[in-house]
């Protein structure tokens, strides 16, 4: 099994930067496994917002592209989200989570921005 929890969410104004944190453990070869980053606002579905592939090839959704840059410490088997110019639409519980098969979700962090 696979056990990924998310950190580093709170209340920024707009505008603000937050970076968020998601440490994979478990029976995961976390260097050669795609990550992403995902969020879900209240009523809506679940999104892929950014990737990052083994080889830290990145693709990000054109709502947060130039904003946020997704990245990896495979040492620590750790995926972040830096989260720049930050809007109220971007208000979410953001995961993390492999795109292709996902693992068990964790059980995201909170993102609340304030106008």
């Known amino acids: 099994q696979v056990q990924l929890v998310e950190s580093g969410g709170g209340l920024v104004q707009a505008g603000g930067s937050l970076r968020l944190s ?10 050669g496994t795609t990550m992403g980053w995902y969020r ?23 709502s947060v592209k130039g904003r946020f840059t997704i990245s990896r410490d495979n040492a ?14 971007d ?19 909170q993102v609340t921005v304030s106008a």
């Open 91 to 109: 208000t979410a519980v953001y995961y993390c989570n492999r795109p292709v098969n996902p693992y068990s979700w964790g059980q995201g962090t």
């Open 40 to 62: 879900q606002a209240p009523g809506k579905q679940r999104l892929l917002v950014a990737s990052i592939s083994s080889g830290s090839l990145t693709n990000y959704a054109d």
């Open 22 to 31: 998601c440490v994979a453990s478990g029976t995961i070869f976390f260097p």
């Open 76 to 89: 620590k088997n750790t995926v972040y989200l830096q989260m720049n110019s930050l809007k109220p639409e």
